[in-house]
Nanobody
């Protein structure tokens, strides 16, 4: 069964850092573009970052609100895509989910039948 599992969420103070990981099980993440989505309390789900499947020359995307603070990277040997989050703000609070799509670019249109993780909670407190 093809699965994505997010880890690394938690409670952090404003200005702190967290590193989220999106790990693939049951398939090779190497040829998949991966996107990160966030859904804050009472808000709609928003794409905040993605990375394509072009290895060391991977293209990335960041929504304006996280540019300069978040960095997405991938380790194909480990089957992990990471999201390094620095200088966290209260508005970064939410459930973070990753999704993977085979042979897709970044940015892209993500589909309901792409592979989705269940999400990891990130809470940023004052």
């Amino acid at each position: 069964q093809m699965q994505l599992v997010e880890s690394g969420g938690g409670l952090v103070k404003t200005g702190g850092s967290l590193r989220l990981s999106c790990e693939a099980f049951g398939f090779n993440l190497e040829h998949y573009a991966v996107g990160w989505f966030r859904q804050g309390p009472g808000e709609e789900r928003e794409e905040i970052s993605c990375i394509d499947d072009h290895g060391n020359d991977a293209s990335t995307y960041y929504v304006d609100s996280v540019k300069g603070r978040f960095t997405v990277s991938r380790d194909n040997d480990k089957g992990i895509v990471a999201l390094e989050m620095n200088n966290l703000k209260s508005e970064d609070t939410g459930v973070y989910r990753c999704t993977a799509a085979w042979n897709r670019g970044c940015p892209t249109t993500w589909l309901a039948n792409d592979i989705w993780g269940r999400g990891a909670q990130v809470t940023v407190s004052a």
